[in-house]
């Protein structure tokens, strides 16, 4: 039933309604909802709401339905309802830039870039991470742009649970949680391995290097038991800040490792640019060495490909390959429900975008100019494993820091991978955590069992807005880390990589598919079919429109398109990733490591899909509430930009981000200074 918005509520004075449930309690006297919809309605158009507007502020979703709240009220009723669940808005924008770019740069890219570069040259490497960062940018900006409309809690599973089906959202967080876990355990061994890594005396003396030996002896002589043990502490010190405390170390991990990847690009370019031990400048691009192997793609020790076939099998498995070193772009939305003003900032949208351009960009050039000091066919980056993952002694950078006689450096890097490391694992258990916080606030996602119902409890708690006992839950599988005192632990962190990357492979495909239906049901929305449904009037439907360039909080122009790629994309390399456990000699372990995510995928799928509807086919049917119930948490429209002061630096009004100049006007300073602002939004860190 159609309902037009309350006037003497949106327009009512500032004493009428100086208690909140008081307010809700009259609005929702004064108009009929649905008997199937329990949240709160949604609010009136833009107005006070009998509060002083100085007193008022938009919270988004957590964990329940969500709305223009006076500032206090929601702290105020946590105190007298009980145990606390929400987390707390302290996040800026900063902030999120920094957390998603500090949990992207991890060691993948300073470990596994060497592989690549060996695999396929350092030609096809660059190319290969700029296409698997256009998988990327395409997955994330579906999720971004579901997340910066509706800032629910968990968005990487919530709306697949809300549009496909339940089952395939539950699945799909217990598939990123466990990815994320394996992620900390994952960097934790990959520390224990750069401790430990030697470069043999043979290559030094090879290169001509001086300082031998070249390793930490500390390293070498300590057990990897002890190390994993110290990073442990530090993880979980750091993550159980308070949320703004810890955004604030994210931002100084953040801008180190930005500041320093950019130090690494220039000093890889001066080395190059020297040429004291190189006759040409591009001598390793050049053929046979730059865009495929001198003696094409060795599969195994049995098997090797020539030519055409070679080269594109070369270019697919360093794409899988520089995967890894890709992931964790999402931990942007998980912030959205930590965010101190997603309307006025935009946050999702300012950071999405940042993040795919910086890591898309440095990658791209870390990779071009370390390939210019180290070539394809180097002995140390000869590691047929087929899944494993050296230390620094088979890092490129380190590599070309031997090569170009660099004394001192390789200890340094072999530092800063420790310190990467440990970051991205600070990084990836916040991000567990926030999706097991967000697990634990559905109760369906839950055993029926009194037990399950106690744990679930105590998981979704939060002191002072962290979810300490989601924390330190996550923060225990991080003791799969002690694998690494193995001595096949070069294995064991490689397929611990490709688990990880397999499961974050389907939640991105899921996702992608979650987009296409989110982007029918928005268009039907903003068109009108769907006012029943969501108690709209004709005034309200702008807030569903993506063609509202003023407040629609982030779209992209043919979204649904790569949408599609991204599903496309990520389903090819689902199926195809593992492609060389399947040549002779077959190799089980890397096989199952390869492929065990689609079966666990598929089995917590079909065992929640019993659990809610039973074993008799006749009470099988889809259950997905789509668009249902999310009006009580948005859409959280962008500021107006004509309901606040024109821009300083043009004088226009604009969103952020945005670029606006009179061309009739010619060449003024007004407009210099407005083109140096807006590099500016886009620059700073």
């Excluded at 990123?176 to 876990?181: E, K, N, Q, R």
């Amino acid at each position: 039933m159609n309902r037009s918005p309350s006037p003497e509520i949106s327009e009512g004075n500032d004493q009428d309604y100086p208690d909140f449930a008081q307010y809700h309690q009259q609005y929702s006297n004064q108009h009929e909802l649905p008997g199937n919809w329990s949240p709160r309605p949604a609010p009136p158009p833009p107005g006070n709401y009998g509060f002083p507007r100085s007193e008022v502020e938009v919270k988004p979703y957590f964990g329940g339905p969500g709305t223009t709240v006076p500032v206090g009220a929601e702290e105020a009723s946590i105190r007298s309802n009980g145990p606390e669940t929400n987390l707390r808005r302290t996040l800026e924008e900063k902030h999120v830039n920094m957390i998603g770019f500090s949990m992207a740069l991890g060691v993948g890219l300073f470990l596994s870039s060497g592989k690549v570069i060996y695999l396929a040259g350092p030609g096809l490497a660059v190319l290969a991470y700029l296409l698997m960062g256009t998988l990327m940018w395409s997955a994330l900006a579906c999720m971004a742009e579901m997340t910066a409309l509706f800032p629910v809690k968990g968005p990487t599973f919530e709306f697949a649970r809300r549009f496909i089906d339940e089952s395939v959202g539950y699945a799909s967080a217990w598939m990123l949680w466990f990815s994320y876990v394996i992620v900390v355990a994952a960097e934790l061994a990959a520390i224990t391995e750069i401790f430990r890594s030697q470069v043999p005396d043979d290559y030094l003396e090879a290169q001509g290097y001086p300082d031998r030996p070249l390793e930490w002896s500390s390293g070498v002589t300590t057990s990897p038991a002890v190390w994993v043990g110290i990073f442990l502490v530090i993880m979980i010190v750091i993550n159980l800040l308070p949320v703004r405390r810890y955004g604030q170390m994210e931002y100084i991990f953040g801008s180190l490792k930005l500041v320093l990847l950019v130090t690494f690009i220039l000093i890889n370019t001066i080395l190059n640019a020297r040429q004291r031990y190189h006759d040409s400048r591009f001598w390793t691009y050049e053929s046979p060495l730059g865009f495929a192997q001198q003696d094409g793609m060795v599969v195994t020790s049995q098997v090797t490909l020539h030519g055409s076939t070679s080269t594109f099998v070369a270019l697919w498995t360093a794409m899988v390959t520089s995967f890894f070193s890709l992931m964790g772009w999402d931990v942007i939305l998980l912030t959205a429900p930590e965010n101190r003003d997603l309307a006025r900032d935009e946050t999702i949208k300012m950071s999405t975008r940042k993040i795919t351009l910086r890591v898309m960009l440095l990658y791209a050039l870390a990779v071009f100019t370390v390939g210019l000091n180290v070539p394809a066919n180097d002995a140390q980056l000869r590691n047929l494993t087929l899944n494993g993952v050296g230390g620094g002694s088979t890092s490129v950078f380190v590599l070309a820091a031997i090569r170009e006689h660099v004394v001192g450096f390789p200890h340094f890097l072999n530092g800063f991978y420790v310190f990467s490391a440990c970051t991205t694992g600070i990084a990836s258990l916040y991000s567990a955590s926030r999706i097991l916080h967000a697990i634990a606030s559905l109760r369906d996602a839950w055993p029926s069992y009194a037990w399950a119902e106690a744990f679930r409890s105590r998981l979704e708690r939060t002191h002072f807005g962290v979810p300490m006992n989601s924390v330190v839950v996550s923060w225990l599988l991080g003791f799969l880390a002690f694998l690494s005192t193995k001595p096949e632990s070069s294995q064991i962190l490689g397929r611990m990589t490709i688990i990880a990357a397999t499961a974050t492979l389907i939640v991105y495909a899921v996702n992608s598919y979650t987009f296409i239906l989110f982007y029918k049901e928005i268009n039907k929305a903003a068109c009108g079919f769907r006012d029943d449904d969501l108690n709209l009037t004709p005034e309200m439907r702008f807030q569903y429109d993506r063609e509202n360039k003023r407040q629609y909080p982030y779209r992209s122009h043919l979204q649904w398109l790569r949408a599609l790629y991204s599903l496309v994309f990520c389903l090819l390399m689902i199926l195809f990733q593992g492609w060389r456990t399947l040549v002779d000699p077959v190799s089980g372990e890397d096989f199952v490591a390869s492929y065990i995510g689609i079966p666990i995928f598929l089995v917590i799928s079909a065992a929640y899909f019993v659990k809610t509807r039973g074993f008799r086919p006749s009470g099988w049917h889809r259950r997905a509430q789509k668009l249902a119930g999310l009006e009580a948490i948005g859409p959280v429209l962008a500021t107006d930009p004509y309901s606040i002061p024109p821009c300083q630096a043009c004088g226009m009004r604009h969103r952020r981000g945005r670029l606006v100049l009179l061309r009739k006007e010619g060449v003024t300073k007004q407009k210099g200074i407005a083109i140096l602002e807006w590099l500016w939004v886009w620059v700073k860190l």
